[in-house]
């Protein structure tokens, strides 16, 4: 039998996953830098690299808490823009989205 896709627990593992990411990032940012200046140099590059990971983590953790919000309120898995259902296959792989094929299609 295949799997029944979970809509809320596959939410909450997302959710979970970024917050644990994002803590790890913010954990490896608060330690303290070397002092010789060219370790500082190398590091502070890392930090950048970091900077830009936490904002990736943080965007998906918005994207989950949008689609944990669109599930409370019934409208979990209908697009966004134009109302129909979003393709199940889609919901599977990308649990957060807000757009059918089509209508993302259309905002490319």
């Known amino acids: 039998m295949a799997d029944v896709f979970d809509p809320q627990g596959t939410l909450e593992r997302l959710r979970r996953d970024y917050r644990q990411r994002a803590e790890a990032i913010r954990d490896d940012l608060a330690r303290p830098h070397d002092a ?3 370790e500082r140099a190398g590091e ?3 930090d950048e690299v970091l900077q830009a990971l936490l904002a990736e983590a943080e965007a998906g953790l918005r994207q989950v ?3 944990r919000q669109r599930l409370a309120e019934g409208r979990y898995g ?3 823009r134009c109302g129909q259902p979003i393709e ?3 919901l599977a792989a990308l ?3 807000e757009l059918c094929l089509h209508c993302a299609g259309l905002e490319r």
């Open 95 to 97: 649990p957060v989205a």
């Open 44 to 46: 502070r590059q890392n």
């Open 36 to 38: 010789d200046a060219t």
């Open 88 to 90: 199940p296959a889609r």
């Open 78 to 80: 209908l697009c966004r």
């Open 65 to 67: 808490e949008r689609a």
